[in-house]
T-cell receptor, first 113, second 117 residues
Framework: DTGVSQDPRHKITKRGQNVTFRCDPI?????LYWYRQTLGQGPEFLTY????????KSRLLSDRFSAERPKGSFSTLEIQRTEQGDSAMYLC???????????FGSGTRLTVV | AQKVTQAQTEISVVEKEDVTLDCVYE???????LFWYKQPPSGELVFLIR??????QNEISGRYSWNFQKSTSSFNFTITASQVVDSAVYFC??????????????FGKGTKLSVIP
């Protein structure tokens, strides 16, 4: 297993378009997280899955955002009707047990023009 | 509420100097975890260390060392004999049970370290 994979690495989209990102976690990790990082800031938590169940969502996750993790494996994060303020790096992380280290993917950098 | 403060926004040092990155956290929980991550220009977050709230032993790993002091709610990171490859943004993060079992990470704003040759 080579770690957490995210696709695409970069995405440029026009305002108002929908975009979808994919995350493939480490296979034995049942916990998966999405974070968003804007320039000059630390990553901010968006949402958490344990297996296929989405157990927690941040207030940052507006109605235009939706995340899924069918079958408890890969996850997708969709942003509908993108806005310029959505431009950021979207990071996915996975881990096994509470307190274990989190493994992050390389992220998807979204630019909304 | 969780909060992590990294007061140093940017630090520049000359190669081979020692440098300490500060981290102060706030939490009401007795059980929590503290982390340091490195983010080089490539963007990927690289895990450096995890420490749980019951283990106040300092740790050394090569040129890296960490000083965890619960009395001052600090978890500082020291790089000895810095190298150019240490140039990156370093994040301190706190993890505790939010109630939903997520143990999500709350990050500080990061400290950008530049090591000048």
């Amino acid at each position: 297993d080579t770690g957490v994979s995210q696709d695409p690495r970069h995405k440029i989209t026009k305002r108002g378009q929908n975009v979808t990102f994919r995350c493939d976690p480490i296979s034995e990790h049942n916990r998966l997280y999405w974070y968003r990082q804007t320039l000059g800031q630390g990553p901010e938590f968006l949402t958490y899955f344990q297996n296929e169940a989405q157990l927690e969502k941040s207030r940052l996750l507006s109605d235009r955002f939706s995340a899924e993790r069918p079958k408890g494996s890969f996850s997708t994060l969709e942003i509908q009707r993108t806005e310029q303020g959505d431009s950021a790096m979207y990071l996915c992380a996975s881990r096994g047990l509470p307190g274990d280290g989190y493994t992050f993917g390389s992220g998807t950098r979204l630019t909304v023009v | 509420a969780q909060k992590v403060t990294q007061a140093q926004t940017e630090i520049s040092v000359v190669e081979k100097e020692d440098v300490t990155l500060d981290c102060v956290y706030e939490t009401r929980d007795t059980t929590y975890y503290l982390f340091w991550y490195k983010q080089p220009p490539s963007g990927e977050l690289v895990f450096l260390i995890r420490r749980n709230s019951f283990d106040e032993q300092n740790e050394i790993s090569g040129r890296y060392s960490w000083n965890f002091q619960k009395s001052t709610s600090s978890f500082n990171f020291t790089i000895t004999a810095s190298q150019v490859v240490d140039s990156a943004v370093y994040f301190c993060a706190l993890s505790e049970d939010s109630g939903a079992g997520s143990y999500q990470l709350t990050f500080g704003k990061g400290t950008k370290l530049s090591v000048i040759p």
